[in-house]
């Protein structure tokens, strides 16, 4: 079956470590998303990409670091400068017309150790 | 810049009734399609419902509608007939093209509880 595949479901980081979080799609999809969501909070954008070896930061990059090698991959790490890290991320994808919804992963829980 | 404002942090409706869900927005592209998401407690987000700027009737799917007012700049979510099933938290979403790039701008969310 097509979507989203985001792991692992849980991540715990230690105090100045970077981490990974993985996010794999078999849609077809040319644009992948990175959302943050803090509890009881809305999504808030990371960062995207609307084609291979090419993104662009969203509205809170700060922290964050994102690759797109691959049109099925689009791999998020966040980085030690990123002091508040505690979240549940959200990675999505869809095909890039404006009347098309986006295609959400089951999401990552992150927490600080 | 684009903004979607859902001012009403929670919501209770008792099961089988209707209830509308507030969502309005700002925005300067011309040309813009309007989302809504549930996400239940296991974090999931499902989309529900499309609203394109230009498109002359209110979309329905199944027991949603979408109360769509242009000119208001709205864009309210009803559902009908409640089910326990309904208590989630929704989330409206906007998606222009020329002023944010394409993106999924999304509101601060509405938790909806469902009483039996």
């Known amino acids: 079956d097509g979507g989203i595949t985001q792991s692992p479901k849980y991540l715990f980081r230690k105090e100045g470590q970077n981490v990974t979080l993985s996010c794999e799609q078999n849609?077809?999809?040319?644009?992948m998303y990175w959302y943050r969501q803090d509890p009881g909070q809305g999504l808030r954008l990371i960062y995207y990409?609307?084609?291979?070896?090419?993104?662009q930061k969203g509205d809170i990059a700060e922290g964050y670091s994102v690759s797109r090698e691959k049109k099925e991959s689009f791999p998020l790490t966040v980085t030690s400068a990123q002091k508040n890290p505690t979240a549940f991320y959200l990675c999505a994808s869809s095909i890039l017309r404006q009347n098309e919804k986006l295609f959400f992963g089951s999401g990552t829980q992150l927490s600080v150790l | 810049a684009q903004k979607i404002t859902q001012t009403q942090p929670g919501m209770f409706v008792q099961e089988k009734e209707a209830v509308t869900l507030d969502c309005t927005y700002d925005t300067s592209d011309p040309s813009y399609g309007l989302f809504w998401y549930k996400q239940p407690s296991s974090g999931e987000m499902i989309f529900l419902i499309y609203?394109?700027?230009?498109?002359?009737q209110n979309a329905t799917e199944g027991r949603y509608s979408l109360n769509f007012q242009k000119a208001r700049k709205s864009a309210n979510l009803v559902i009908s007939a409640s089910q326990l099933g309904d208590s989630a938290m929704y989330f409206c979403a906007m998606r222009g093209i020329m002023e944010y790039g394409n993106k999924l701008v999304f509101g601060a969310g509405t938790i909806l509880r469902v009483k039996s």
């Open positions: 849609l077809n999809h040319d644009a």
């Open positions: 609203q394109g700027s230009y498109d002359q």
């Open positions: 990409s609307q084609i291979v070896n090419d993104f």
